[in-house]
């Protein structure tokens, strides 16, 4: 992994926390696919509540209280890495939302050895 | 629902777990109101720290575990869309932040019937 | 605290739960660095899984349910006051990514009193 400085993209991926991908949540196939080209990071957010193209909202409360909750993963990287996985990862995402935007990295450091 | 690509606008209400609108969560009262006006979709995230407009951080550590954590509500739609939403958004909003950006969709799906 | 409107810069510190900084968690000095500093507010999310600079992902279940989730701290303020933290905040973490990036301020409100 090489550092990263300057711009960079960040990719926003907005998906329900039930979506499968090969039977395991597909967050979980989001991150796998994330780290097999390589990229700097990624981050799963879990919301506590929302509607969308993959996540319904019902007025019973115990739907909102249930397991499909909205899942965002988050990660910055080159845009060309990011076009890189775009392919595939649109097989995957059954159905949500992918934003793209640029963002400006301040600093990338490892993490000191433990 | 028509799907979206190309260019949108990013809004993010910042505001606190307590906040109330009508008698009930104001968090809840937003995606009643962007769900009323047919947005694509919205995630609402709970923070597990923070400060703020809304939401004050004290050093007495009972405070940080109270259930006035922060609130991120997110919606990705058109710039006209979020135009048409933000008068009524601002009533409701009693101490809060809003902030607006431009990002890329790149994928905007339907989800797969189950 | 002077309330914003226009154009500031959008914040974002990607670090590890575990991470610590003077014995305690660094996300917590983070946001008293910011507080110190008089910033407009801070949100601290807490993520179900990642990997990257500071938290490593192993394929062993038990460590992706271990305390080492991702934690991103987000804080919108003027280009001004984020030059003026981010020497000290570079201090700080010892392993993450941080992002910045132009956001509009559509709405800043102070809480009303309780």
Chains 1, 2, 3 share one sequence.
Do not use: Q, W
Not at 8 to 20: N, Q, S, V
């Amino acid at each position: 992994m090489d550092y990263m400085e300057g711009e960079r993209d960040l990719l926003r991926i907005f998906i329900g926390e039930r979506d499968k991908h090969n039977g395991k949540p597909l967050y979980h196939g989001i991150v796998d696919l994330l780290r097999k080209h390589h990229f700097a990071g990624a981050t799963v957010l879990r919301g506590i509540m929302g509607f969308g193209a993959s996540s319904k909202l019902h007025t019973d409360r115990f739907d909102v209280l249930s397991l499909d909750m909205p899942i965002v993963v988050e990660c910055v990287e080159s845009a060309t890495n990011i076009d890189a996985v775009l392919p595939e990862l649109e097989t995957m995402v059954g159905g949500g939302l992918i934003t793209r935007e640029r963002v400006r990295v301040v600093l990338h450091r490892p993490a000191l050895p433990t």
